[in-house]
């Protein structure tokens, strides 16, 4: 048999060829990594936003519940947001029911995630003292 018969050669342009690929593959699968963690980002930061949500209102409706008035409910709310992480940005405190609003920056996403929650005062209010 002679040197050109037989099975083809690869020639030096297959094993770069492979490089493309691979390194396609790698660029691909680093953007999805990027994506699933902003994405990632995002939801949790949506869910501290709620919890902070949810603890404002519950104190703001607490507060009125006590008689302590619309005003120191508000204060409680924020408070209450704050040491969340969040910012009271909107509050509603006239009336049984109270619904606040509140925002949290999404870090690294340049996003701000903002969150409406009510609270209801159920029952007979404590007179202030």
């Known amino acids: 048999m002679s040197a050109g018969s037989g099975a083809p050669r690869r ?7 492979s490089t493309v690929v691979l390194l396609a593959v790698f660029v691909v699968g680093m953007v999805l990594v990027v994506g699933a963690a902003r994405v990632g980002v995002a939801l949790l930061t949506r869910a501290r936003a709620q919890t ?21 409910a508000r204060s409680d709310a924020a408070e209450t947001a704050a040491d969340n992480g969040a910012r009271l940005v909107g509050c509603d405190c006239a009336g049984p029911r109270v619904t606040v609003t509140v925002e949290i ?18 029952g ?3 007179p202030a003292p």
Do not use: K, M, W, Y
């Open 11 to 17: 020639g030096r342009g297959a094993s770069g060829a």
């Open 52 to 72: 902070a949500a949810d603890a404002a209102a519950l104190a703001a409706a607490d507060a009125l519940a006590l008689g302590r008035g619309a005003a120191t």
């Open 105 to 122: 920056d999404a870090p690294g996403l340049g996003r701000v995630a903002r969150v409406d929650a009510s609270a209801e005062v159920d």
């Open 124 to 126: 007979p209010v404590i």
